[in-house]
């Protein structure tokens, strides 16, 4: 069964700059609706993502096995399939309208807890471009039915 649910995306990307050795840090947080269903011990959430100045969107789906393996793959405006395993790295090929790029997911660390109203999701990962290191990141998902998230935002 798909349930409607709010998905909130927080993520921090630490970037160093090689000139001067300055960190820069970009926070960002994405609250949106998304569907949600459980099918043979996986979560999956499904939610359009919307990027300012081009038209369409991107259709993204989560899956979440077990406590050690989160998938997220895009369609449409961007083509990725990126693969975050505890204490593992892993390559993809993400496709932009810009042309294509290497990814490099280097996860050290992931925390998933999952209860009858919240399914929270915690990555810490290192994160190459065509082989060189970029930036070190950290991704925060709550997952939580809308009729709860409606209680807890009023």
Do not use: W
Not at 122 to 129: K, M, S
């Amino acid at each position: 069964m798909t349930q409607e649910v709010l998905l909130t995306i927080s993520g921090l990307h630490q970037m160093e700059f090689m000139e001067n050795g300055d960190e820069e840090n970009e926070p960002i947080e994405v609250i949106t609706p998304a569907s949600y269903y459980l099918k043979n011990d996986r979560h999956y959430v499904i939610y359009d993502e919307v990027v300012e100045g081009l038209p369409g969107v991107i259709k993204n789906k989560v899956k979440i096995t077990g406590d050690d393996t989160l998938e997220i793959m895009k369609s449409g405006l961007t083509n990725a399939h990126m693969v975050f395993e505890k204490n593992k790295s892993n390559l993809t090929y993400y496709d932009t309208p810009y042309g294509q790029i290497q990814v490099g997911i280097h996860t050290r660390d992931m925390d998933v807890n999952v209860t009858e109203d919240l399914i929270q999701v915690e990555v810490e990962y290192g994160l190459d471009i065509n082989h060189e290191a970029m930036a070190d990141c950290r991704i925060s998902m709550n997952i939580r039915p809308k009729q709860a998230a409606d209680r807890v935002l009023k």
